[in-house]
């Protein structure tokens, strides 16, 4: 480590300050997060068996921080890191980690270890934490756990993949319905190990477990003593079945403005609580699932290795293969009329390129809108029709600017006049199958986000080259 790194360090790093060393070195004013310089100095220390001062470091820093450091050093100091120093760890750092890296630093770690920290957390973070490992490390991990934490955790795993019952925190507070608050209140402060780390809500049952109503903490705080409960409670509770999926459940946080909800099993007994920070993560997450299906990577990609990153983008390529092979089959069927006018050749491609960009603006806002359930059968004509006109408008305007370039760039202007409508009929099309397409797969059980694009790009490809080359054969041979 050079003097001036040192310094930075010593001059900043134990005022709790370590997150925002030096923010002039990146050229603007950092709010969160680490410098690129705060992170190679402590990669510096860290590499000259410097311990005290990368152990002081991470006592400074939070969860999120040091979660952002591991995943931006190279695997050898992360290795290095996470080996003489993973001790003194919060286990909620392995839980800000991106899924893909957590599960290959967990799996490098002993059984035991990871039982170790899965038992420091709530159950929601645990059960998250051990979703991510293999099989068959999953249950060697398990086997480590007391009896409590094991039954909570395979009851977790039981409910299906993306659903209340995984997402669920089953550390709450229920009370009786017949309670005033001021034996609330004592309840509380009684019962304080027991009690979830941070809760919003008290969930008011009846003898069977059926939650009656909500009661917020700040209704509590604000009530007098002899106030019962069934006085305060609200009866707008919103339960959650277990099975619900995680992306409906964000939809009615989002919709109705929840802190928590309680969930429950199928004979409406409360089971557990979803929190709002919990769907921060998962609204986070659906969003960067389907931005990165449309693109046809997963979401491990940044940190798999070349293989597996290799294997999951061919079977995407290995599709759009096909759409090349019907594009140039297209193109093929007017070879003729390419060899006769050269100029086609060059201008082909803003056709194609303009119908596809186009397209993927539709399609974008229509896979956003079923994803957020503003699009139903209700307004989707509506929104098709839309998509079409937009591209018509934009379609005359651009044939115009392009048609006037292309006609006057080849002395034929009747080649500005072809291309100006082939670009008319192709931005109609990408808006007609940019909406629809999307539409027409969600009705059909399909994930728009993974399907859309691939079926989106052969029709402004082929109607593309189609409408161009088309109309260059009626009109200019």
């Not at 999951?312 to 293969?321: G, I």
């Amino acid at each position: 480590m050079d003097n001036d790194d040192r310094d930075l360090i010593e001059k900043n790093g134990t005022d709790s300050l370590g997150a925002q060393i030096a923010p002039e070195d990146e050229g603007d004013d950092v709010v969160f997060g680490l410098t690129d310089r705060y992170i190679q100095a402590i990669v510096e220390a860290l590499r000259n068996g410097e311990e005290d001062i990368v152990s002081r470091e991470l006592a400074d820093l939070s969860e999120a921080d040091i979660a952002e450091l591991i995943e931006k050093v190279e695997d050898e100091d992360r290795q290095t890191l996470l080996q003489t120093h993973g001790d003194l760890l919060d286990p909620y750092v392995f839980s800000e980690l991106d899924s893909g890296l957590r599960r290959k630093v967990l799996t490098e770690m002993p059984a035991r270890q990871v039982a170790a920290l899965i038992s420091e957390m709530d159950s929601d973070d645990a059960l998250d934490l051990i979703i991510d490992l293999p099989d068959d490390f999953q249950h060697e991990v398990i086997r480590f756990l007391s009896a409590k934490t094991r039954i909570t955790l395979e009851e977790g795993l039981n409910f299906p993949e993306e659903s209340a019952g995984r997402l669920m925190q089953r550390e709450f507070v229920a009370v009786p319905q017949f309670w005033t608050i001021g034996k609330t209140i004592d309840y509380l402060r009684a019962a304080t190990e027991e009690l979830p780390d941070e809760f919003f809500d008290l969930f008011v049952i009846d003898p069977a477990y059926h939650v009656v109503g909500i009661i917020p903490l700040n209704r509590v705080v604000r009530s007098k003593r002899s106030e019962k409960l069934e006085d305060l409670k609200l009866e707008d509770i919103h339960p959650i079945p277990a099975t619900m999926d995680q992306e409906e459940v964000a939809q009615l946080f989002r919709r109705e403005n929840l802190t928590s909800a309680p969930v429950v099993d199928e004979s409406g007994r409360l089971i557990g609580v979803v929190t709002v920070d919990d769907i921060v993560d998962v609204i986070d997450e659906e969003a960067q699932e389907d931005f990165l299906k449309l693109g046809g990577v997963g979401q491990d990609d940044l940190y798999s290795n070349i293989r597996g990153t290799t294997r999951a983008r061919f079977p995407w390529l290995f599709v759009n293969l096909f759409t090349a092979f019907s594009a140039a089959a297209v193109i093929s069927l007017f070879s003729n009329t390419i060899e006769q006018l050269v100029a086609l050749a060059a201008l082909m491609p803003i056709v194609a390129s303009m119908g596809g960009n186009a397209g993927t603006q539709a399609l974008t806002v229509a896979v956003r809108a079923l994803a957020t359930r503003e699009l139903s059968s209700i307004n989707e004509r509506r929104i098709v029709i839309k998509e079409v006109l937009v591209g018509a408008i934009n379609g005359c305007i651009f044939a115009i600017l392009i048609g006037c370039v292309a006609g006057f760039a080849f002395s034929n202007p009747m080649l500005g006049v072809v291309i100006g409508m082939a670009l008319i009929i192709n931005l109609i099309n990408a808006g007609l199958f940019g909406a629809g397409i999307p539409i027409v797969l969600n009705k059909l059980g399909a994930d728009p986000a993974v399907a859309s694009a691939v079926f989106l790009t052969t029709m402004t490809d082929i109607v593309g080259f189609f409408a161009f080359l088309g109309l260059a054969t009626i009109f200019l041979l």
